[in-house]
């Protein structure tokens, strides 16, 4: 999968699913500080990755995940 | 304990040393002669906890609809269940008089199997209400793995003790922290068919909340546990084990079982919390010594 079907299936899930502003949505934006994203959400993450990608997120592999632009490349890998 | 706030500030009251000292006290002279001298520290509780005081006394009254010498009188009975309750973890932490008794309806019965039965994930949620550490016991006799969310700023001693008290019994704790770690490890213990047991009525600092009717009047208790089942897809259960003479206790297990499937998420979580909240206040309405939220509640 390419890194822009990631980015586009990523930014449907944060605003259909966490109702997040399509227009925050830059590869820079923190997950935590600028998303405003929480413990809740990161269940739908967890969920919705299981679902549209077919991996299951490990915790150990989402410590140095901070930002949009590094979970679009955490999920490349795991596809790659 | 808590200190009386308007949320629950996280850790058990008493220090280490009176943890240690109670632990001591019931190993060496049993169960049945603290409770005695329990009796005298009590007042020391009642009145240097004055929020808690005050809150506790306000919920007899306001909520359970006593008049004010029930309330006052239900106040100090309150406190002292808490301390026998205590004493009974106590016990059972140090093997002193052995485990639980249990005792089950045919009801609770058939959900404590079918739990057991099942290869699939479950959600048991309860209430800082009886004893649910006591429904351990029930883990000890299967094979089915249970984890315990515990607040992951309680005082290290108690953890210490519950942790090496559980162990035995195929329950593990997951304490809760700021990280998102705890979510995956549940994540985790549900996929391979576990079950998570926890607390769905206290409010921490900075938790996503739902807003329910208790007692005649709307609060708000944490969105977790009903949110993990409605995304997740797991089967909830309520679960309330209440006191009823020394070391013996009475399950209450029942199965929020909504045909709601079409509804939105939101729906599907407000509808079980409003379950949760129906069956706590029957059980604290049929037990109301044995609430222990000593802050409060409805703020």
């Known amino acids: 999968m390419e890194k822009e079907d990631i980015r586009k299936t990523v930014c449907r899930f944060l605003v259909d699913e966490i109702e997040l502003d399509e227009d925050k949505l830059e590869d820079d934006a923190r997950l935590k500080e600028d998303l405003g994203i929480d413990s809740l959400d990161f269940v739908d993450i967890v969920v919705i990755c299981e679902r549209e990608f077919g991996f299951k997120i490990k915790p150990e592999e989402m410590k140095n995940v901070k930002t949009l632009g590094q979970f679009y490349d955490y999920i490349g890998e795991k596809l790659g | ?299």
């Open chain 2, 1 to 299: 304990m808590s200190d009386g706030g308007t949320r629950w500030q996280g850790q058990t009251g008493g220090g280490s040393f009176g943890i240690r000292a109670v632990s001591y006290l019931v190993k060496n002279f049993g169960a049945s002669f603290v409770y005695f001298f329990m009796a005298f520290a009590i007042p020391f509780y009642v009145f240097s906890k004055n929020g808690g005081r005050r809150a506790v006394f306000d919920f007899y009254r306001n909520r359970m609809g006593f008049g004010r010498w029930k309330a006052f009188r239900s106040l100090w009975g309150c406190y002292y269940c808490f301390g026998k309750i205590v004493v009974d973890k106590f016990a059972s932490y140090g093997g002193a008089t052995g485990r639980y008794e249990l005792e089950m309806d045919e009801a609770a019965s058939a959900v404590q199997k079918e739990i057991h039965a099942s290869g699939d994930g479950a959600i048991i949620i309860s209430a800082h209400v009886g004893n649910l550490e006591a429904l351990g016991t029930l883990f000890s006799q299967h094979d089915k793995e249970c984890f315990c969310t515990v607040y992951g700023g309680e005082h290290e001693e108690i953890l210490k003790k519950r942790a090496e008290a559980l162990k035995a019994n195929h329950i593990h704790l997951i304490p809760v922290g700021e990280d998102t770690d705890y979510l995956f490890e549940i994540n985790n213990a549900l996929d391979e068919g576990g079950v998570i047991l926890m607390m769905a009525d206290r409010m921490t600092e900075g938790a996503r909340g739902l807003w329910c009717s208790l007692f005649g009047k709307e609060t708000e208790i944490p969105a977790g546990a009903f949110a993990l089942s409605v995304k997740m897809d797991v089967p909830i259960y309520t679960a309330f084990v209440m006191r009823t003479g020394h070391c013996r206790y009475k399950v209450f297990w029942e199965k929020v079982d909504l045909q709601d499937a079409d509804s939105s998420d939101k729906d599907r979580m407000v509808a079980r919390a409003g379950v949760f909240c129906g069956r706590l206040e029957e059980i604290v309405r049929r037990y109301p010594l044995q609430w222990f939220n000593f802050y409060d509640f409805w703020k």
